[in-house]
């Protein structure tokens, strides 16, 4: 396998120093639309000079990198194993270069390995596809917005909510409410309905790589979505929870089928530093974006 | 809402001033401590029968620093230069709710007068806000590199390799740190305001009262 240990490198730089232009813009979107003055515009104007200077110089938009979850499409042929080993080698050395900040700590001995490596750490989904390309997906997944992740079960009886999209829209609010701004608000949900307790968040954090101004190609998930962030802002949480009139910057909603017993709802929730970046590798030239 | 500059050790009578919605720029040496650290200050100092010998040092240092002085709930990315000397790369705040079951101790045992983090604090704090002239200093979440702008010095580090550099106890030098205060002296909280009227909100969208 070609050496594409600095190109992996690169891909980490990018994540955690340059944000996304769909989110950006929907920063700046929502900081016009603040009262000015107010601590929400505060924060969001504070906000976007902070994106501004850490892609000027490099450095993590956000001091907690989270855990790095790469998502690898490699086409037949290509070694999942070898993939990894460069990919880990690659997050050591950009944890070197303060790309990154050391986050893998062991939870029996409280240590933290200091270069990112650990036990399932960082967190890795390969799938072989038919393209004749590489394709590597980075979402850098800090621990607060972890934190204020949830995953419920419906029928969900404190809220009266049955298993039907009705149901999904009232615990996903839920969601919104428990997390007022610790996961740093106005954030970006990534939802799952149906799949297992393991894969509904692994399929709601894929959700996190849609573009913000994509539209779900299924219609009642496509209302659902434009629903849930028009209802979500109407909480008036706001940015960090100061109160305001944006309290996400989108929704991204994804079915999968599920055990007749089980109907779960998983909301993995991204802050506004919705950080993803992706490489490609086609007859052996590297493309970012 | 006003706007200050303060600059530590700060006096009770210049907290007790300071209300919610208040922009305070913070200078002079501030202390970062997370969830390591506040467990070691309650096990170590505050709920102990006495100091373990071999912590009296760190002890006596964060009398000094915390007396009149500000925790900074932080982990930050850091670099370590050729001569030795640390700089701060990214420094934005970390939750601060988890140290709720700490923080009302540590501002009483160490007087405390500021606490920077993200997201707020409970019910707890706000009372020993009150009760011992102390406001929580709402930092932007994730405003990492602005903040790092701030920090002028890295005066020194403890604890770095028992807890790793993102739990360590920094001491820092900063210079015109932006913060709001959103817990005051007076028993206001913005966090406990805005939860109330969202809970009122998701009622309404949900069609239930009283949830």
Redesign the interface.
Known sequence: MEDLVEPFVELVRRAATDLPADVESALRAARDREEPGS?AA??LE??L??VD??RK?S???????GVPIFYVYYPQGMSPRALRAQIEQAVAEATRR?Y????A?DPLT???S?NNLGRGFPSFHFEEWEEEFLRVDLLLKG??SE?VSAQYKLPYG????GRDLEGV??VV??AV?QA???G?APGVLGVAVGADRGTGYIHAKEQLFRPLDDTNPVPELAALEQRLLK?AN?????P????GKTTLLGVKIGTYHRLPACYFVTVAYM???CRRARMEVRDGEVVYG | MATYELRTPISEEAIRALHVGDTVYLSGLIVTGRDAAHKYMIENFIRADSVPEEEQALYGELKRLLNGGVIYHCGPVVRQREDGRWEFVAAGPTTSIREEPYEADVIAHFGLRGVIGKGGMGPRTLQACQEYGAVYFHAVGGAASLIADSVKEVVAVHKKDEFGVPEAFWVIRVEGFPVVVTMDTHGRSIHEQVEQSSKEALGQLVGLTGI
Do not use: H
């Open positions: 601590a505060g924060a504070a906000i000079q902070n200077l850490a110089r450095t993590p938009i956000c001091q907690d990198t303060a990154l900040r050391p986050n700590v409280g240590r933290n200091g621990g607060g934190n404190p809220l009266k909510a829209r009232k609010l839920d409410y007022q701004g610790k740093c209802e109407e909480l008036s949480i706001g960090m929870g100061f109160g802050c506004w530093a």
